[in-house]
């Protein structure tokens, strides 16, 4: 079946930081593929999402881009803010309706 | 906005107990998933529903039950609660074409003793 890597975390950032989250996947086919944000203490929201080989998606200044060739869908953003702090999660499609998600990324931004 | 509820925020309940997690969403989608969060593995489907009376198995479906008479709720029942199954239990939904854009609700976080 599909699985999901992410890099471990925490990662912790100075405010206005590049940030990278990798994410790798295996798959039969050509998932969709998803980031999910969760905040302290609440359920996880969409972040941003890629149908298809180089699809980039994005929001709030987040970006990924669905790189066929490596297999990855790694997150960036350019200046973190300290809003950013929570737990970041990879996920793939697994072709009937489910997903499956990564373990998290906790992300820490200091002011 | 798609609102997804869940009946507890906090359970504390004993083991051999009987346990009932509900899950309401209001956007009338079809599919509605539970998952279990645990640190360092991420969530793990339990069970999933794509319509009313109908349900699939999840990846660990092992101690749990489903139950989905209505289209807007999805209870999720421990036969007999254990305590390795002290998680914190997530309910999502979506709905066909985009399966994957789920809505997640706020959490119940169950402590068994």
């Known amino acids: 079946g599909n699985s999901v890597t992410q890099m471990e975390g925490p990662v912790t950032l100075s405010e206005e930081a590049f940030l990278t989250i990798n994410c790798t996947y295996t798959?039969?086919?050509?998932?969709?593929l998803f980031w999910y944000v969760q905040y302290p203490g609440e359920g996880l929201q969409l972040l941003l999402k890629?149908?298809?080989?180089?699809d980039k998606g994005s929001n709030k200044g987040f970006e990924a881009t669905y790189r066929k060739e490596t297999t990855s869908f790694h997150l960036e953003k350019g200046s973190v803010q300290v809003s950013d702090s929570a737990v970041y999660f990879c996920?793939?499609?697994?072709?009937?309706?489910?997903?499956?998600f990564g373990s998290g990324t906790r992300l820490q931004v200091q002011p | 906005d798609v609102k997804v509820t869940q009946s507890s925020r906090y359970l504390v309940k004993r083991t051999g107990e009987k346990v009932f997690l509900e899950c309401v969403q209001d956007m009338d989608h079809e599919n509605m998933f539970w998952y279990r969060q645990d640190p360092g593995l991420g969530l793990r489907l339990i069970y999933f529903s794509y319509d009313v009376k109908m349900k699939e198995k999840g990846d660990i479906p092992e101690g749990y039950s489903v139950s989905r008479e209505k289209k807007e709720r999805f209870s999720l029942i421990l036969e007999s609660a254990s305590t390795n199954q002290t998680s914190m239990y997530l309910c999502?939904?979506?709905?066909?074409?985009?399966?994957?854009?789920?809505?997640f609700g706020p959490g119940t976080r169950l402590t068994v003793t």
């Open positions: 798959a039969t086919g050509y998932p969709s």
């Open positions: 890629a149908t298809k080989a180089d």
């Open positions: 999502a939904s979506s709905t066909p074409p985009r399966d994957g854009e789920q809505y």
């Open positions: 996920a793939s499609d697994t072709g009937r309706r489910a997903l499956t």
